[in-house]
């Protein structure tokens, strides 16, 4: 590591570091806030939104992979009883007819079927176009190598992880610290080590949705990411 690196290490450390506080803190505030709100949500939608943010920004995209793994045939299509199971196996408990209103409400074509990245497009908070432009800011300055894809390596550019004080203290190694920053953005149920541009949006539009104020969530981004 050079002594050049080695300040800019020190300089952003701190960033990534608020980041992640940041992060935590919002998750909290969401999970809270989500859990509140299911209890007067009567829009089947909502309640399942809802029930998906009450997991962590994260909760959508974990429901959209549980979909994907079940498109065997590579459709990206999903009928009732597929989207049922995918609920189910989810773990969110509805009854039949209310699984039925919701299917029926995502199922704007009436063809029995729904394409699963226009459902799981509606399911998400919906954004301003100030806080959809921020947060694509705050992508283009994490994907590191501009291929669309963020993994540990885009990460490892940004700064020195012995630098963490759980690596200094011996509690973690330097792949767990950097695990730990990517985990902020991945599915808890199944993570990949990999963030897309839309999986960082999706993250980003949950996080939105404990953020009332746009010029609040418009600094909160540009603190966190020093744009």
């Not at 399911?123 to 100030?130: A, E, F, G, K, T």
């Not at 203290?169 to 990949?192: H, L, R």
């Not at 980003?204 to 909160?220: H, I, N, Q």
Request: hydrophobic share 35%; glycine share 6%.
């Amino acid at each position: 590591v050079t002594a050049q690196n080695t300040n800019i290490n020190d300089f952003l450390l701190p960033r990534v570091l608020s980041t992640m506080a940041m992060t935590d803190a919002l998750e909290r505030d969401l999970k809270m806030k989500s859990q509140k709100d299911m209890a007067n949500a009567k829009d089947p939608v909502e309640l399942l939104r809802l029930k998906c943010l009450a997991r962590g920004a994260s909760g959508i995209k974990g429901l959209g992979r549980v979909f994907r793994i079940m498109d065997d045939d590579g459709s990206r299509k999903l009928d009732f009883e597929e989207f049922k199971k995918g609920i189910h196996d989810y773990g969110l408990t509805l009854d039949n007819e209310g699984a039925h209103r919701m299917f029926e409400q995502f199922d704007r074509d009436r063809s029995g079927n729904l394409d699963f990245e226009e459902f799981l497009s509606a399911l998400r908070p919906p954004m301003s176009q100030r806080r959809k432009d921020i947060t694509d800011k705050a992508f283009q300055k994490f994907d590191r190598t501009g291929d669309g894809v963020v993994t540990i390596q885009d990460v490892k550019g940004v700064y020195n992880a012995r630098k963490h004080p759980k690596y200094q203290n011996g509690t973690w190694t330097e792949a767990q610290v950097f695990e730990s920053f990517m985990q902020k953005f991945d599915s808890p149920n199944d993570p990949d080590g990999k963030v897309t541009h839309e999986e960082f949006m999706s993250y980003y539009s949950g996080v939105s949705a404990s953020v009332d104020d746009d010029a609040y969530f418009d600094l909160m981004m540009r603190n966190a990411w020093k744009l």
